[in-house]
C-alpha cells in the first residue's frame, strides 16, 4: 500500500538558517507529490507539488523540494528562514485508480523557529 | 478562483449534544469533498468523503455522519457528542479525477475547532 514518512517528528531551527524536511513515500509508479503547511489553528496551504518533468520544484515562501526517485523521497527545503515558518508541514502523495480520490499524508513535522 | 468556507470557526458543545459543522466550496462545479480530523497532536483522519450530491463514503466507522444537500456544500454532524470527538475539522475540496488517473491536489478550509465538554 502507498505509505509517506515523515522521519522528523519536531525539527528546531535559527532564524536565518537553513531548513531541510524529510518525506520518504511508498509507491509503485511515479507519485504525485504535495508539500502543505500548517500554521497553529489554521487549515493546510499547499506549498508546492511534483507530477511530472523538472524534480526540482518552486513553491510559495521561498520554499523548494526535490523529488529522487532512487531514494524515494521528496524533501523540502527553504535556504533562509524566517520566524513566520514556525508551522507544522505535512508530505502526502496522491493515490492512484482506484483510491484516486485520496491523498496519503504523512504524520507530518513541527519547525520551531528560535531568534 | 476558488474559495472554500467553514463556519463556526470555533464550537464548544456539551456531551450528547447535537453537531452541524458547514462547508461551502465557491468557485468550481461537481468538486470532491471531504471531511478530515485533527485530535490534538495527531495527524489528519479522513472521516467522509463525496463525488456528488447524495454520495457520501465514511472512512472510518464513529460517531459523526456527513451529508451533501448541494452540489458544493457538505455538512458534518452528530446526534450526540462524545468526548472523543473533540478536534479540529478541516473540509477540504479537489477537482474531480479523470477515470484511471491519481489523486490531485486538495485544498482545505479554514478549520472547526470543536470542544466537547
Known amino acids: ?115 | 478562483s476558488q474559495t472554500i468556507h467553514q463556519w463556526p470557526a470555533t464550537l464548544v458543545q456539551p456531551v450528547g449534544s447535537p453537531l452541524s459543522l458547514e462547508c461551502t466550496v465557491e468557485g468550481t462545479s461537481n468538486p470532491n469533498l471531504y471531511w478530515y480530523r485533527q485530535a490534538a497532536g495527531r495527524g489528519l483522519q479522513l472521516l467522509f468523503y463525496s463525488v456528488g450530491i447524495g454520495q457520501i463514503s465514511s472512512e472510518v466507522p464513529q460517531n459523526l455522519s456527513a451529508s451533501r444537500p448541494q452540489d458544493r456544500q457538505f455538512i458534518l454532524s452528530s446526534k450526540k457528542l462524545l468526548l472523543s470527538d473533540s478536534g479540529f475539522y478541516l473540509c477540504a475540496w479537489s477537482f474531480l479525477p479523470t477515470s484511471g488517473s491519481v489523486a490531485d491536489t486538495q485544498y482545505f478550509g479554514p478549520g472547526t475547532r470543536l470542544t466537547v465538554l
Open chain 1, 1 to 115: 500500500a502507498q505509505s509517506v514518512t515523515q522521519p522528523d517528528i519536531h525539527i528546531t531551527v535559527s532564524e536565518g538558517a537553513s531548513l531541510e524536511l524529510r518525506c520518504n513515500y511508498s509507491y509503485g509508479a511515479t507519485p504525485y507529490l504535495f508539500w502543505y503547511v500548517q500554521s497553529p489553528g489554521q487549515g493546510l496551504q499547499l506549498l508546492l507539488k511534483y507530477f511530472s518533468g523538472d524534480t526540482l520544484v518552486q513553491g510559495i515562501k521561498g520554499f523548494e523540494a526535490e523529488f529522487k526517485r532512487s531514494q524515494s523521497s521528496f524533501n523540502l527545503r527553504k535556504p533562509s528562514v524566517h520566524w513566520s515558518d514556525a508551522a507544522e508541514y505535512f508530505c502526502a502523495v496522491g493515490l492512484p485508480f482506484p483510491n484516486d480520490y485520496k491523498l496519503s499524508f504523512g504524520a507530518g513535522t513541527t519547525v520551531t523557529v528560535r531568534a
